[in-house]
């Protein structure tokens, strides 16, 4: 289903994932910031979780948004080291990932728990960004979908009821950090799949969701990679770490034909 996309504005969330310290952190929101004020709404920032409040304090009013890379499936209690949806709110996060592929190959996050940190994200006025995608050995076994619609169809439930305050992103694990990147024709092909399979699933504002394509996003593949029609702006980790790379994409997407 290529549904039209007038109407869905272009994302692109920089993934810091557990790199830098605080004198980094703030170099990068200075560039961010001074860089994005002619792409507002566009750029977004997950920086790790103890960066946030320099976030919100550098970005406030910036048209910058910023989010977190993860959050707790609790709501609150006796679960150290967690993080509760209600805390990020606190510190300002529009937005956090949830089932980013490290989180689930790393720690453990099922599709269970996918389920409980958006339903979490959702309840506390955060947009979860739902993470999905295939490894190489489930591509190359003929199992992209059968993947990507077991981890739709997880989080359709909860999706159901959030209207068009969440966004997806297909990040084939294989693309991850590697240097390898979808082709435009296999993203647009996984974002057409997803999008109808949340549609299937009962997610009515499918055709207006975000679908963000993540993996190997680099200034020399954004355009391309952008211009798909399922495509509607990037999650990117590496590029997100230079701020003139991570802004050279958010204009790719925010002039994606
Ligand atoms: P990458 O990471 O851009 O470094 O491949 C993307 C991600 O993990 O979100």
New binding site residues.
């Given amino acids: 289903m290529a549904a039209p996309r007038a109407r869905r504005e272009a994302l692109v969330?920089g993934?810091w994932?557990m790199n830098g310290d605080a004198a980094s952190a703030e170099a990068l929101l200075a560039g961010v910031q001074a860089g994005a004020r002619d792409l507002p709404g566009v750029a977004g920032v997950c920086p790790p979780y103890p960066y946030l409040a320099l976030a919100a304090a550098r970005l406030a009013g910036s048209g910058v948004a910023w989010g977190a890379q993860d959050v707790s499936a609790f709501e609150d209690g006796a679960y150290t080291g967690e993080v509760s949806a209600r805390m990020l709110v606190d510190l300002g996060c529009t937005w956090t990932?949830v089932g980013?592929?490290?989180r689930r190959t790393l720690f453990g996050d099922t599709d269970a728990e996918v389920v409980r940190k958006t339903t979490r994200a959702l309840a506390a006025g955060l947009v979860p960004v739902v993470?999905v995608g295939e490894t190489l050995a489930e591509r190359e076994a003929g199992a992209t979908e059968a993947v990507l619609a077991r981890q739709i169809d997880a989080v359709c439930p909860v999706l159901r009821d959030a209207g068009e305050r969440c966004v997806l992103?297909y990040?084939p694990v294989w693309?991850?950090?590697?240097?390898l990147?979808a082709s435009p024709a296999q993203a647009q092909a996984a974002h057409a799949f997803i999008r109808a399979r949340l549609a299937s699933g009962g997610v009515v504002a499918a055709p207006g969701l975000r679908l963000l394509y993540?993996?190997?996003?680099?200034p020399s593949n954004a355009v391309e990679l952008f211009g798909q029609p399922d495509v509607d702006g990037?999650?990117?980790?590496?590029?997100?770490l230079v701020a003139a790379d991570f802004l050279s994409i958010c204009r790719a997407a925010a002039g994606r034909s």
């Fill in positions: 969330l993934n994932k990932l980013h592929s490290e993470c992103a990040e693309a991850i950090g590697t240097g990147t993540g993996g190997s996003v680099k990037g999650l990117i980790g590496g590029a997100s």
